[in-house]
């Protein structure tokens, strides 16, 4: 859907809800669902620009799924690449989506100045964006051998998913640290929420940037001798890497890297768990392409979803708007309602768009009803673990002290990468 009819859809709906109020108002009835609908007006830009940067993103990462479904050869000649894809998308969207929510925040706090010095506020976050992009490159490529000798799958060489992961990681992390650059600098111009589209069109541009950069990666692969003597040098750079950002000089860096990277190994955790259960399954998804399809901008729906909820704690926990306490009070289950309206619009669009793209494509599937049961019914699971980790990662991470921007988006996402592959083997289960 183009942005100006989407926008009159969300106006239409916004006046509904206004007339419904009136009429709630005048009755005196439902007082829960009149603070729910008040809470929707109150943010009715941030429902505006967040359905359309959902919307953009779920359309853009239907692209990814397009091309996942077009791999299918590959992902059979060279066992292992399913187990990494999508540990490798969570992983530029959980770096560049904190990234976004940190320059979000800078920009709420006046520490985004518009300097694009080194050791600048922007510069700083962006050089420990880069190191824990070329360090978390290895990682993976570890984590998914690792995973195939323990689980028994059989894949490609460590070298050669190093190679594939590192080629992969420089070429969409270029492409994504371009869009958040470009993304803060339109939110900055515009007076828009960062909060409220940075996740979605990040968390989309992970997805659409790293599948073709994994595919770039594998064309590295062929002679064994090149294939070790350029991983292990990469993998000798990760380490450099880590060091230089555990041990900068740079305040910014240093925290940024030392919080970061224990998040972003169970990011890695995760998004090897979600491989995992995607190559058990490998079979089926490969003869109902479809539901290949499906599987990126359902997960990215959930991450992105995920996200907003927790950029938006975060940003109340710094501004002192929200008290992080142990049972969610009534202004995070207000926000929480926000993620159910969200996930609602959201779910239904990847499955009526994954069904629309399949049949244009002429991919096999279980047909659009039961294709957007599938995605609903995954989708009803999801939300609920959305809220829960969103909160208790921004809060948590709060009364510790620690950033709930470094923390909380690349945890949520990072979770939501293996919980939404279940969920949504789930749905398929209950569904077809």
Same mark, same amino acid.
């Given at each position: 859907?183009?942005?100006? #009819?989407?926008?009159?859809?969300? +106006? ?33 830009? /941030? ?5 359309? +940067?959902? $919307? ?12 996942? !479904?077009?791999?299918?050869? %590959? ?30 925040? !800078? ?25 824990? $992009? ?41 492409? /994504?640290? !371009? ?11 515009? $007076? ?17 940037? /790293? ?62 768990? +979600?491989?995992?259960? %995607? ?27 995920? !996200?907003? %909820?927790?950029?938006?704690?975060? $940003? ?17 289950? %207000? ?30 599937? #279980? ?66």
């Amino acid at each position: 859907m183009s942005p100006r #009819p989407l926008s009159r859809a969300v +106006a239409a709906f916004l006046a509904g809800v206004r007339a419904l109020v009136e009429v709630l108002r005048r009755r005196a009835r439902f007082p829960v669902l009149t603070e729910v609908l008040q809470h929707w007006l109150h943010e009715q830009r /941030t429902i505006r620009q967040g359905v359309l +940067a959902l $919307s953009i993103g779920i359309g853009i990462t239907l692209m990814a799924g397009i091309v996942l !479904g077009a791999m299918d050869q %590959l992902l059979e000649e060279l066992p292992g690449l399913l187990v990494l894809a999508p540990a490798a998308i969570g992983m530029r969207g959980a770096i560049f989506g904190a990234l976004g929510a940190r320059l979000g925040t !800078g920009m709420l706090t006046g520490q985004l100045d518009g300097s694009v010095a080194r050791r600048s506020f922007l510069g700083q976050n962006v050089e420990a964006a880069v190191v824990l $992009s070329i360090v978390t490159g290895v990682v993976l490529a570890g984590a998914a051998r690792l995973m195939g000798l323990v689980v028994g799958f059989e894949t490609i060489s460590f070298t050669d998913l190093v190679l594939v992961s590192m080629v992969g990681a420089v070429l969409s992390s270029l492409a /994504t640290l !371009g869009v958040v650059l470009a993304l803060t600098r339109f939110a900055e111009r515009q $007076s828009w929420d960062m909060d409220a589209i940075g996740t979605p069109i990040v968390s989309a541009a992970a997805d659409i940037t /790293t599948l073709p950069a994994l595919i770039v990666g594998t064309l590295t692969l062929g002679n064994d001798t090149v294939s070790g003597v350029l991983g292990w040098s990469l993998v000798v750079l990760a380490l450099a890497a880590a060091v230089l950002g555990l041990r900068s000089s740079a305040d910014t860096v240093r925290r940024v890297t030392r919080e970061s990277l224990p998040i972003l190994m169970y990011t890695a955790a995760m998004g090897i768990l +979600a491989g995992s259960v %995607l190559e058990a399954r490998k079979e089926t998804l490969i003869t109902s392409v479809a539901l290949l399809v499906a599987v990126p901008p359902f997960i990215a729906s959930s991450g992105a979803i995920g !996200g907003i %909820l927790s950029a938006r704690l975060s $940003s109340q926990l710094h501004l002192g708007l929200l008290d992080p306490t142990a049972i969610p009070k009534r202004p995070a289950w %207000l926000e929480g309602t926000l993620t159910v309206l969200f996930a609602t619009v959201g779910y239904l669009a990847v499955g009526l768009l994954t069904a629309a793209a399949a049949g244009l494509l002429g991919y096999g599937g #279980p047909g659009v009803v039961r294709l957007i049961g599938v995605t609903v019914t995954a989708g009803l699971l999801a939300v609920l673990m959305i809220f829960a980790v969103g909160y208790y990662a921004a809060t948590a991470s709060f009364r510790f002290g620690l950033d709930p921007d470094n923390v909380g988006i690349p945890l949520v996402t990072s979770t939501m990468d293996f919980v939404g592959i279940l969920c949504l083997t789930v749905g398929i289960v209950v569904i077809l």
